[in-house]
C-alpha cells in the first residue's frame, strides 16, 4: 500500500509500505523528519505524533487508553485527529493513507 | 571533510550516520559494526523478542536497502582494533581507514562474572547482543528453573519474559532490594509486588556464590548456602562502557569516554556518542545507557562534526515493561531527598515522584501515561507541581504548576 506524509517544511513524501508494518516503522524507513519512534513502537514515548487528514479519520479507528493518555500530553498540540504512528498498522483499507507530521 | 569514520553500529552509531546525511554532509560515512546483523534496536530484545513476540527483521533499525540509499558504507562483522588518534587513522580488522573525522559509538558491555563463579559451565547467559538473546532463545525449551543474577531493569524484564513462557523464575538481588540502584524503596515495592503476584520469587540482601554442574549449569548456590536448582541463568549486574580503543589511543577517560559538551573527546577531530560517552550535564560528568540518548546526542554531535557549535541538553527518560506494567521513567533521580506516591485508578497504576531541596527530579509512572507526560515536561521546563495536591488522585494534574 500506498502512504503520503505531509512534512514539516510542507513538501509531502509519498512510499510504498508492507502489510503489516506500523506508521512510525514505516516513517524511520523513509527518514521521515519529526517521527522518531524512540521507544520502537511500545507505546512509551509520543515521539511518533502525527496527524491523520481529515478523510482518513474515520478509517484510522480511535485510540486506545493508554494512547489517549500519552497523547494528552505530546509536545505538539494535540487535535482531533492525532494519533501515535506506531499504534497504525498498514493494511489493505489503508492504502492511500495521509499523515501530517506536526511541525516544530 | 571527506570521510567520517563511525565505529560502533548500533542505536548511537546508526543515528549519527544518517544525521551526517540529513545535515548535508556529502562525503563518504563509513559504519563499522563487529556484530554480523545490521544496526538494531536492543531494548526489544529483553521483551518482546525474548519472548518470541517480535521477529528479527523487525528490530533493524532501517530497511536492508537504507545504508545504500543514503550513501552509508555499512560494514558489518568489521571489527575497529585500534585508533591513532594523531593520524587520524583506524585499523580494522579488513585493513586501515584515514578519516577527517572518528565517531566513537562503541556502545556498553555486560558485567561478566568471574570464571571462578561460573565454573565455565553452559547455559549462563547474558542480556545485550541480539546473539545473546538468540542463545537464551534456543536454550528455554529445554528449561525448568530460571535463576536471574541482579534484580536490575533487565534482571526484572528477563523473570518477566521466563514467566510468561512458563519456567520457574527466581531473581537474586544483593542489595537489600530490587532496582536499589537506579529507583525508590517505593518503586521497589510496587514492582515486588508485580513479580510475587506472577510467580516470580524474589531474594534480595542475598548474593551468588556460584554456579554447580556438569558441563552446564545445574544449580546455583548463593551466599548463605541455598542451593537454587538452576538450568538457566541469565546474568543481568549491569553494563560498563567501552572504552577500550579510545583508552589505547590515549583519550581522556572519566567514567567512559570524556567529551565536552559538544561531543568532542580530548583529540580533536575525535567525538564519542551514546552509551559509551560520559558528558557535561548540570556540572558533573553523566553517562546515559538509553535509547533516547543515544538518538539525541547522535544528532547534536553529528551537527557539532560538521561545524555547528551546539551544546547538548540530556532529556533523560526510560521505560519498561513487565508482565502487565509499563513503566515510565523521566528525568534523573540523583540526590533525591523525598518521594510523593500519587495512586492512580488502574491495576498497579501509581507514580512515584522524586523531589530533591524542594525540586522535581524525577517520575517513575506505573501504568500512568499522564503522569508521565506531565512528568517529562514539567522536569524539561525546571517546573515543580504542588506536591500536596500531587498526592491526590482527584487533583488534575493539568493544575499543578
Known amino acids: ?104 | 571533510m571527506q570521510r567520517v569514520v563511525i565505529i560502533g553500529a548500533g542505536q548511537a552509531g546508526c543515528s549519527a550516520a544518517f544525521a551526517l546525511r540529513k545535515r548535508g554532509f556529502d562525503g563518504e560515512i563509513i559504519l563499522l559494526g563487529e556484530e554480523t546483523d545490521p544496526p538494531y534496536q536492543r531494548p526489544p530484545l529483553s521483551k518482546a523478542y525474548l519472548l518470541g513476540d517480535m521477529e528479527r527483521a523487525r528490530l533493524y533499525l532501517k530497511p536492508p536497502g537504507a545504508y545504500t540509499d543514503a550513501g552509508i558504507d555499512l560494514r558489518t562483522g568489521c571489527d575497529a582494533i585500534a585508533i591513532d588518534a594523531q593520524q587520524m587513522r583506524v585499523d580494522t580488522a579488513q585493513g586501515p581507514l584515514t578519516a577527517d573525522a572518528i565517531i566513537l559509538a562503541t556502545g556498553s558491555k555486560p558485567i561478566r562474572l568471574p570464571e571462578a563463579v561460573t565454573g565455565g559451565l553452559a547455559g549462563i547467559h547474558y542480556v545485550r547482543d541480539l546473539a545473546d538473546i538468540d542463545a537464551i532463545r534456543t536454550a528455554i525449551p529445554d528449561c525448568k528453573n530460571a535463576v536471574i543474577i541482579g534484580g536490575g531493569y533487565i534482571g526484572l524484564e528477563a523473570a518477566a519474559v521466563t514467566t510468561k513462557i512458563g519456567l520457574n523464575a527466581t531473581v537474586v538481588e544483593m542489595a537489600p532490594r530490587i532496582l536499589q540502584r537506579v529507583a525508590s524503596r517505593e518503586t521497589s515495592d510496587a514492582m515486588r509486588a508485580l513479580h510475587a503476584h506472577h510467580g516470580v520469587t524474589i531474594l534480595e540482601n542475598v548474593g551468588l556464590a556460584l554456579f554447580l554442574g556438569d558441563g552446564s549449569v545445574k544449580s546455583a548456590v548463593l551466599a548463605d548456602g541455598t542451593e537454587l536448582p538452576c538450568d538457566l541463568a541469565i546474568v543481568g549486574v549491569g553494563i560498563r562502557p567501552d572504552i577500550a580503543l579510545a583508552q589505547a589511543a590515549g583519550l581522556r577517560i572519566e567514567n567512559g569516554i570524556w567529551t565536552d559538551a559538544r561531543g568532542q573527546t580530548s583529540a580533536p577531530g575525535i567525538w564519542a556518542v551514546g552509551d559509551c560517552a560520559s558528558f557535561p550535564h548540570t556540572g558533573a560528568p553523566l553517562r546515559l545507557e538509553s535509547v533516547p540518548h543515544a538518538i539525541d546526542h547522535a544528532e547534536t554531535v553529528a551537527a557539532n562534526v560538521l561545524g555547528a557549535r551546539t551544546d547538548y541538553t540530556a532529556r533523560p527518560w526510560f521505560w519498561s515493561d513487565q508482565f502487565d506494567v509499563k513503566l515510565q521513567i523521566a528525568g534523573l533521580n540523583t540526590g533525591y531527598d523525598q518521594v510523593v506516591t500519587r495512586p492512580g485508578g488502574k491495576p498497579w497504576s501509581r507514580s512515584h515522584w522524586y523531589f530533591a531541596a524542594g525540586r522535581l527530579v524525577a517520575v517513575d509512572a506505573l501504568n500512568a501515561p499522564r503522569d508521565y507526560m506531565s512528568g517529562k515536561r514539567w522536569i524539561e521546563a525546571g517546573q515543580t507541581p504542588d506536591r500536596k495536591r500531587l498526592a491526590d488522585p482527584a487533583a488534575d494534574l493539568k493544575t499543578l504548576v
Open chain 1, 1 to 104: 500500500m500506498k502512504i503520503t506524509w505531509t512534512l514539516q517544511d510542507g513538501r509531502t513524501h509519498t512510499a510504498e509500505v508492507a502489510n503489516g508494518t506500523n506508521m512510525m516503522e514505516a516513517a524511520v524507513a523513509n527518514d521521515i523528519t519529526g517521527v522518531v519512534g524512540e521507544c520502537g513502537g511500545s507505546l512509551s514515548c509520543a515521539t511518533c505524533h502525527v496527524y491523520v487528514a481529515d478523510d482518513w479519520v474515520g478509517k484510522t479507528g480511535e485510540p486506545e487508553d493508554f494512547e489517549d493518555a500519552m497523547l494528552d500530553a505530546t509536545e505538539a498540540e494535540r487535535k482531533d485527529n492525532s494519533r501515535l504512528s506506531c499504534q497504525i498498522v498498514a493494511d489493505d483499507s489503508l492504502d492511500g493513507l495521509h499523515l501530517i507530521v506536526p511541525a516544530l
